[in-house]
């Protein structure tokens, strides 16, 4: 009996906080799809990679990491859909590797799947897939005649293309130029949805969150990855050995 009026007691309190009910502490409210460009990874970690779109880096919520490690990455849940994931969400230090997935869905997956819409290994893994498809991030740059090229932008026709594109704030982050340089590197570019997987703006606050999530695995520490300057020309480097400098 007396177990029964506490639990009441208990439903109750906790249905009269609404806000916690819809989403019980500690569960994560937005996700950051971030997206990778090859070469400028390449640039700064020990890699070489002629790929000339944007890939997957990861699908990350707004709260928690590595939250179930028992819940071990498995290929073989995403058989069908692993050439896919080979070619859009390559592992860009180690090709062919399930290294980066394994990763990734360690980190960031296994707190997504508090979801019930990202519950699996084949679920979170496909819906990043899926977003990834739905936003066509090179694309979008492309029709706005934002092309890999050896002449720079400026920060703000890159920002603008995209808000003006998805009708939210990306969070696009540089390479950070060397002591004296003049121009930084585009290198990654976030968009952010709600549960629902409706776009919405991207947040500075999210800056904690993914402060340490700079790059896949570092090997070589760096860190020099982070949110671009705003007046400082902007280069998006040409996939090597296509790039025509005289
Ligand atoms: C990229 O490199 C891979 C492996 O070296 C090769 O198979 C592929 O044809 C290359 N793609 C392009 C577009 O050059
Ligand atoms: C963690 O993952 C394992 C393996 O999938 C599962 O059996 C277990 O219920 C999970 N634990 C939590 C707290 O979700
Ligand atoms: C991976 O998943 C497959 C398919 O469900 C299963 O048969 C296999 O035992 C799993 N492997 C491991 C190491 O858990």
Redesign the pocket.
């Known amino acids: 009996m007396r177990s029964i009026t506490v639990a009441v007691l208990f439903c109750t309190g906790y249905f009269l906080l609404s806000p916690a009910f819809a989403h019980p502490r500690g569960e994560w409210t937005r996700l950051i799809l971030t997206q990778t460009w090859p070469q400028t990874f390449c640039s700064v970690e020990q890699c070489k990679t002629n790929i000339s779109y944007w890939t997957l880096h990861g699908l990350w919520p707004n709260s928690g990491s590595m939250?179930?490690s028992?819940?071990?990455f498995n290929a073989s849940l995403i058989e069908d859909i692993l050439p896919e994931m080979e070619k859009f969400w390559p592992d860009l230090l180690i090709p062919l590797s399930s290294e980066f997935w394994e990763y990734e869905w360690l980190k960031h997956g296994?707190c997504a799947a508090k979801a019930e819409s990202l519950n699996s290994q084949h679920k979170y893994f496909s819906k990043a897939l899926e977003l990834y498809h739905k936003f066509d991030l090179s694309s979008v740059l492309r029709n706005h005649q934002i092309v890999p090229s050896e002449e720079y932008y400026t920060f703000d026709v890159v920002e603008t293309a995209i808000s003006s594109f998805y009708q939210v704030k990306p969070k696009i982050q540089c390479v950070h130029p060397q002591k004296g340089g003049q121009v930084q590197t585009l290198g990654q570019i976030e968009l952010c949805v709600d549960r629902d997987f409706q776009l919405i703006d991207c947040e500075k606050s999210f800056e904690v969150i993914w402060s340490n999530e700079i790059l896949p695995v570092s090997v070589s520490g760096h860190s020099d990855l982070s949110v671009c300057d705003h007046s400082m020309p902007v280069y998006y480097p040409p996939v090597l050995g296509t790039s025509h400098r005289w």
Request: hydrophobic share 15%; aromatic share 16%; net charge neutral.
């Open positions: 939250c179930n028992s819940w071990h296994t």
